[in-house]
């Protein structure tokens, strides 16, 4: 939200040459803030009022709560809003910070994605550099975790060394649709991907089972809702466009292309609620 303050006006002794920051903003305020609207409209209803930013609204899957991304103690944490009214409660992830993030199908556990926080051999190491930048060596692979809504406690579902661009819970909660890249580098997030569906194992890593035979361009990963298919965008044969839609069989070897018959660029795309059209 944009506000202008109409008195606003520069203090006595201003000096343009020395402008700060709070003084290029004009009087203008920018707080982001998440509203309630009726779906029929009407009356909206704003339930964040801290002036950290708040982001990211989810509903729980029986719309009891109201789950958001909002900095406490500088670091970024997923907040729970009940509708029937309070404080927003943190979900302690300790020193994780959540970028993504999404309810699973009984509302008990969030899934989240987060960067590993440094190692002290990699502190030491970027400090005995003298602050020398290695591009290749500067990101930091987002996680896959999930934690209990109830006590907190993250527990990761992936290695250090794999990198989750998107996710997706599998419609019985047990099993994850994922887009895993190379490394977190802004090109090789973007670009080489290996579509793949994890099962979370108790104490250790997932099990993985890659549906592609090499990273390629690919992007929007969904299961059917009947959980018996996983669908995500490939691009084939070009350097970043998405031309094929991809429906893979989610425990069996079949594998199509959806959109065959088309020469779509593909931006987007959803499942029905029947199972047996996708929209693109």
Not at 49 to 58: H, K, N, Q, W
Not at 138 to 154: I, N, T
Request: aromatic share 8%.
């Amino acid at each position: 939200t944009k506000r202008l303050d109409p008195e606003a006006k520069p203090p006595p002794g201003f000096d343009p040459a020395k402008a700060g920051a709070e003084d290029l903003k004009a009087g203008w305020t920018v707080a982001t803030q998440i509203w309630i609207v009726p779906a029929t409209g009407g009356e909206p209803r704003q339930p964040t009022l801290a002036a950290d930013p708040s982001s990211g609204p989810t509903w729980s899957p029986d719309g009891s709560t109201l789950a958001f991304l909002r900095k406490k103690d500088g670091k970024a944490r997923i907040q729970l809003l009940g509708l029937a009214g309070g404080e927003a409660r943190v979900l302690e992830t300790g020193a994780l910070e959540p970028q993504a993030f999404a309810f699973s199908p009984d509302g008990r556990t969030i899934a989240f994605t987060a960067t590993l926080p440094l190692t002290d051999a990699r502190k030491q190491e970027k400090w005995a550099s003298g602050g020398a930048i290695r591009w290749e060596r500067e990101w930091q692979p987002a996680a896959l975790h999930v934690v209990d809504v109830a006590e907190g406690k993250p527990v990761a579902v992936t290695g250090p060394g794999v990198n989750v661009v998107a996710f997706d819970w599998s419609p019985d909660g047990k099993r994850f649709a994922a887009l895993p890249s190379p490394s977190s580098d802004p090109y090789e997030a973007s670009h080489p991907q290996r579509p793949a569906i994890l099962t979370p194992r108790p104490g250790g890593e997932a099990d993985v089972r890659w549906l592609e035979e090499k990273p390629r361009n690919a992007a929007g990963i969904h299961w059917s809702p009947d959980g018996k298919h996983v669908a995500y965008a490939l691009g084939v044969g070009t350097l970043s466009l998405l031309n094929h839609l991809v429906v893979r069989e989610a425990d069996g070897d079949g594998r199509w292309n959806a959109a065959a018959q088309l020469d779509p660029t593909i931006g987007g795309f959803t499942w029905s609620g029947n199972d047996s059209l996708l929209a693109l």
